[in-house]
């Protein structure tokens, strides 16, 4: 399981534009960056003062000074979740924009204008929501 948490880790860090990591290697960074932080309300370590979707159970978080990547399941509708994600970033300057991926995964694509970013993605299970954010602060 370790590994696929490093192998999205290291997607969501190429995504957001971290892939000029220099020499040290990705899964290197990964591992002394992991930690895994699950429960009830967790937000430890969110950059830019993010925190986890209200009311959600946190199955992974890793972050590191400059990035942060949570996943949550939650009960709410996507468009709550959306809508609390896309609040809270435009109120720290992201310009937001939203898109759907398929018939049941929608979420928010976001920047400010010094260069961080934010992507927040939403899979509907039926009963229960899936999500993943991922917050880069400017490089």
């Known amino acids: 399981m370790r590994y696929y948490l490093a192998a ?30 699950t429960g009830e309300g967790s937000t430890a370590g969110l950059v830019m003062g993010f925190e986890v979707y209200p009311g959600s159970e ?15 399941e939650t009960n709410d509708g996507t468009d709550d979740i959306l809508s609390y994600y896309r609040g809270e970033a435009e109120q720290r300057g992201f310009e937001v924009t939203e898109y759907e991926s398929t018939s049941t995964a ?8 010094d260069g961080a970013e934010i992507n927040v993605h939403v899979v509907d299970n039926g009963d229960t929501r899936t999500g993943d954010m991922s917050i880069r602060t400017k490089s």
Request: charged share 20%; proline share 0%.
């Open 8 to 37: 999205a880790f290291a997607f969501a860090l190429t995504a957001c534009g971290g892939g000029d990591a220099g020499e040290q290697d990705v899964l290197d960074q990964v591992e002394a960056l992991n930690r895994d932080v």
């Open 58 to 72: 946190v199955t992974t978080n890793m972050s590191s000074a400059e990035l942060s990547m949570v996943m949550f």
């Open 106 to 113: 929608r979420g928010i694509n976001g920047k400010t204008a």
